[in-house]
């Protein structure tokens, strides 16, 4: 008899205490939950002992990359509604001691062991990096960013768009495309910083070389960028050769820590900073700091998390840890502030773009998902996989106001007190 599915379902909502609000199908056929929700589909006995043996978060998302668990309809429907069991239980959540003193929640592990199968641990998927507890090591820094980004540039650009720009664009509106919102928001960093003919920029984490290309053709501009990543300096090189900007670009494989060669006019840091971990911000901020010229400017681009009661409770997302963003550590905007403060940095002027990353992240999904086959070809079933997760998940994170994004403009001000902007602030919009 098929019954998996309707003992399952069962033994969740034993385990959780609540309503599972999605459909389950298992290996057998059998389907149990709402008829007009998203399907969970439970491919194998394999997911559940993966959940088992590593429960909550990381045992979900290996069981998603191997493709042990799928979703069938609408995937930001699915995750809305799984987000309140899994992302945002809070201080409701139980330990898994405390679950373990209740017979009800015992009983339904039991069950679940019964149709796990013999209890024996998959080993994780390929894709799952090892991690370095946050070291920040230059070494360390290298290899989590070869991770995330070597992964080919033709996949890349298949998820992002020929404007190979890979951070929160601008929106005009809904309607506008990527391509004009990324290139809107280049603009805007650009008028951020004041950017004239004959200035020298640094463009820190320069990615594929959009920044740089940007500021140099339009605002007449040298830039010098830097990134970890040997495939993206490649291909940045390649774009500054092909927009005949050798004279005025140059694309560097070199640590932020390294760089000797200021002053600079102006400093970018578009979606790198989330890479430099607490413990080493300061150290950021004051190289930074030390290559600006008095006056100069930074436009520093950042996601940022919601504070915590307690500083000493946050953890890092073990998805994003071991499948995403090795190493990777978000900060209250707050935090951020003090710290730049902190070097010696005058904070003019924080905007935050929240809303606009959601939209930019629902166009990358929309991307990976119309072209997916190719995408799997270019990198791997497991990795598209958790691009398709992340992005979406993160998506729907910026819109519940679970994280932000914010553009924090800041001046070396000279001793003198002339910080060199406008009365009026935000002239650049």
């Known amino acids: 008899m098929a019954d998996a599915a309707p003992r399952l379902h069962a033994l969740v909502e034993q385990l959780l205490g609540a309503p599972f609000p999605v459909r389950v199908r298992t290996w057998d056929g059998s389907q149990a939950g709402p008829p007009d929700a998203p399907t969970l589909v439970v491919r194998n006995r394999r997911a559940l002992r993966r959940l088992l043996f590593k429960p909550g978060e990381l045992g979900l998302a290996r069981a998603w990359v191997a493709g042990d668990l799928d979703i069938e309809g609408d995937l930001y429907t699915a995750l809305g509604r799984l987000s309140g069991l899994i992302w945002e239980r809070g201080d409701d959540a139980r330990t898994l001691t405390e679950a373990l003193r209740d017979p009800r929640f015992r009983s339904a592990v039991r069950g679940l062991l019964k149709l796990a199968g013999p209890p024996l641990p998959p080993a994780p998927p390929r894709e799952e990096v090892r991690r370095a507890r946050h070291l920040h090591t230059r070494r360390t820094d290298r290899r989590a960013i070869s991770h995330h980004y070597d992964v080919g540039n033709d996949f890349y650009e298949l998820v992002l768009g020929p404007s190979m720009v890979y951070s929160c664009a601008y929106w005009e509106s809904p309607d506008s495309t990527l391509e004009a919102a990324q290139r809107d928001k280049l603009e805007l960093v650009c008028r951020k910083l004041a950017l004239a003919p004959g200035q020298r920029l640094l463009d820190v984490g320069c990615g594929w070389g959009s920044m740089a290309v940007h500021a140099a053709r339009e605002h007449g501009v040298s830039v010098v960028g830097i990134t970890l990543s040997q495939e993206q300096a490649t291909f940045a090189r390649k774009r500054v050769a092909d927009a005949g900007l050798t004279d005025r670009v140059e694309i560097r494989v070199q640590d932020y820590r390294d760089v000797t060669d200021g002053p600079y006019d102006a400093i970018s840091s578009i979606g790198m900073a989330e890479h430099v971990g607490a413990e080493r911000y300061l150290e950021y901020a004051n190289a930074l700091y030390a290559l600006l ?137």
């Open 293 to 429: 010229r008095p006056g100069g400017r930074l436009l520093n681009h950042q996601i940022a998390r919601r504070p915590q009661r307690d500083e000493s409770d946050y953890h890092v997302d073990e998805f994003i840890d071991a499948y995403v963003f090795p190493d990777g550590e978000l900060a209250p905007v707050g935090t951020t502030v003090t710290q730049l403060e902190r070097a010696g940095f005058e904070v003019r002027d924080v905007e935050s773009i929240r809303e606009h990353y959601a939209l930019t992240l629902r166009r990358w999904v929309g991307r990976l998902e119309a072209d997916w086959s190719r995408a799997v070809r270019l990198t791997s079933p497991g990795r598209a996989r958790v691009w398709r997760l992340y992005m979406a998940a993160s998506a729907l994170a910026f819109e519940r106001n679970r994280i932000g994004v914010n553009q924090v403009l800041a001046v070396r001000t000279p001793d003198a007190g002339t910080s060199g902007l406008p009365l009026r602030a935000r002239t650049w919009n």
